[in-house]
């Protein structure tokens, strides 16, 4: 049967095309149709031909499945070409069921497949979609080439089949994923891989192509790795981060991605959460837009990225803020996240590194404020520019605090342009029988900080803000430092600076020293 060519008015066929009870060598060609179909099957079925040896062609036709078809399904043996179709609104785009062994699907456009059906046990949403028998891999990822996708729920999904109803995941070897990925164009795509199972040798474990991190973040084993192709991410849920990590996997960029988050209303939710331990967060530009809380409470402050999680690294991050108003926000914190309602998480070995961060109220945070503790968190390397308030800040606050001073480690940050402070420590409140911050445990050290730019101690104890460049020579102005602050011996030369020898001084003009 063959219709006008692609592109051309073509003849409308409402309901499904069945292609089914052929000869065994009978060659079927369906080309340019319009195919509207609602029903809650394939608009196009290729079904029932195990004996077949005959080829089938479903090339150049507009398949619209009206949001609840899948657009063209294949359980047949024989030879089945699905080339220069334009799918759109379906179920999922193609469906190769277990007799499909010689499939190609070339050229395609599939837009707009959607998962509709609430609570389904069975994965739907997808460009093209596989369920594989349970001996083995029947298809290849050179079977898919040229393809188009675009808005889809998920781009590519094979699971294999085992008695017919339980879902597995499906292990076709370390270059079925790569290849899938270089011979389509996704648009957006993000994969798993575990990199540590040996049998897989550090392979994509899940035959899929995702097209939303967090659908490969809940999928992903703990250990995964999760990589995220170029392209922008976009959530605007209310109540819940654009990402939430809450499994030890490394979330990984590719040419940095943008993840951006603007919720609806307003939202005391960060772009992305981190609360599993031995996570990672690692190449993205993260844009926390939309408004957060006018104050500065523990339960109203919003974030770029939020960590509550030990042994945790976040780096070579862009955290931007400068589309996000109110006050009460934080480029990147860490916080004792609440485990329960009445108390809060012990948060350790913290690594904020080789970050970009602006736009913010605060750029880097460390703050107690549930009643648990931080100790061994390291902000380091980090651009710390352009923030509508202070650089950095380091606190314990929240009515449930129990004397948990953070021990928090700054440097070698850059830090300009921030409208307040470069560094705050500072305490509870007082009057309701709180203990302040114990400066002694925080070090600012090595750190690039613009001349009259404050460093500010209100909680207890010394300062220890020693090797800091304060944007001059002569070392910090008048007023430049506040409270019980040790920042002698100084930096003489930007620490950036080339080649620079590591000269330091005190105020005392006798009191010169250099060392190497």
């Known amino acids: 049967t063959v219709g006008t060519d692609h592109g051309e008015e073509s003849a409308t066929i409402k309901g499904t095309v069945n292609i089914k009870d052929l000869n065994s060598e009978t060659d079927v060609a369906f080309k340019g149709f319009t195919v509207e179909s609602n029903e809650e099957r394939s608009a196009v079925d290729i079904n029932g031909l195990e004996d077949y040896e005959g080829s089938v062609s479903v090339a150049n036709n507009v398949i619209d499945g009206e949001g609840s078809a899948n657009g063209v399904g294949v359980n047949t043996a024989g030879s089945v070409d699905v080339e220069g179709n334009m799918i759109q609104n379906v179920k999922n785009g193609v469906h190769l069921r277990p007799v499909a062994t010689d499939v190609e699907v070339e050229d395609n456009s599939i837009e707009g497949a959607e998962d509709s059906t609430p609570n389904n046990q069975w994965v739907e949403g997808a460009a093209i979609k596989v369920v594989d028998q349970s001996e083995g891999v029947n298809v290849q990822a050179d079977d898919f080439t040229g393809n188009t996708f675009r808005n889809n729920d998920l781009a590519f999904w094979l699971e294999a089949v085992d008695d017919g109803s339980d879902v597995k995941k499906t292990e076709p070897g370390s270059e079925f994923v790569s290849t899938l990925l270089g011979n389509n164009d996704f648009g957006k795509a993000v994969t798993v891989r575990d990199d540590q199972t040996e049998e897989t040798g550090g392979s994509e474990h899940l035959a899929a192509v995702f097209t939303d991190i967090q659908d490969a973040v809940d999928m992903a084993d703990e250990g995964s790795r999760v990589n995220v192709r170029d392209g922008e991410y976009v959530s605007t849920d209310l109540g819940e981060p654009a990402v939430l990590v809450d499994k030890k996997v490394s979330l990984v960029g590719s040419n940095q991605p943008t993840i951006s988050y603007e919720p609806v209303e307003i ?3 960060p772009a992305v959460k981190v609360t599993a331990d031995g996570a990672s967060v690692d190449g993205f530009d993260i844009d926390r837009i939309g408004q957060s809380r006018s104050s500065d409470t523990k339960d109203h402050i919003t974030q770029g990225i939020r960590v509550s999680g030990s042994d945790v690294v976040i780096r070579d991050n862009d955290v931007d803020g400068s589309s996000l108003s109110g006050l009460a926000s934080k480029g990147i914190m860490v916080l004792d996240d609440e485990s329960d309602d009445t108390s809060g998480e012990d948060v350790s070995s913290v690594t904020v590194a080789n970050n970009e961060v602006s736009g913010f109220y605060v750029g880097l945070s460390a703050t107690n404020g549930y009643g648990g503790s931080l100790s061994d968190v390291n902000f ?42 470069t560094l705050r420590v500072y305490g509870a409140n007082e009057d309701a029988g709180l203990e302040a911050a114990d400066a002694s445990e925080v070090d600012f050290n090595q750190n690039s900080v613009p001349q009259g730019s404050v460093l500010e101690n209100n909680g207890a104890g010394t300062l220890n803000a020693e090797q800091n460049y304060f944007g001059s020579a002569s070392g910090p102005s008048d007023g430049q430092i506040q409270g019980d602050v040790d920042y002698r011996p100084w930096r003489m030369n930007p620490i950036d600076e080339e080649g ?8 005392d003009a006798d009191s010169l020293s250099a060392f190497s």
Do not use: L, Q
């Open 267 to 269: 939202s005391g939710e």
């Open 380 to 421: 380091s390397y980090n651009t710390v520019e352009d923030n509508r308030g202070h650089g950095a800040n380091v606190a314990t606050k929240g009515s449930d605090y129990e004397d948990h001073s953070p021990e928090v480690v700054v440097e070698e940050n850059t830090f300009s342009d921030n409208n307040g402070k």
């Open 500 to 507: 620079f020898d590591e000269v330091i001084t005190f105020d």
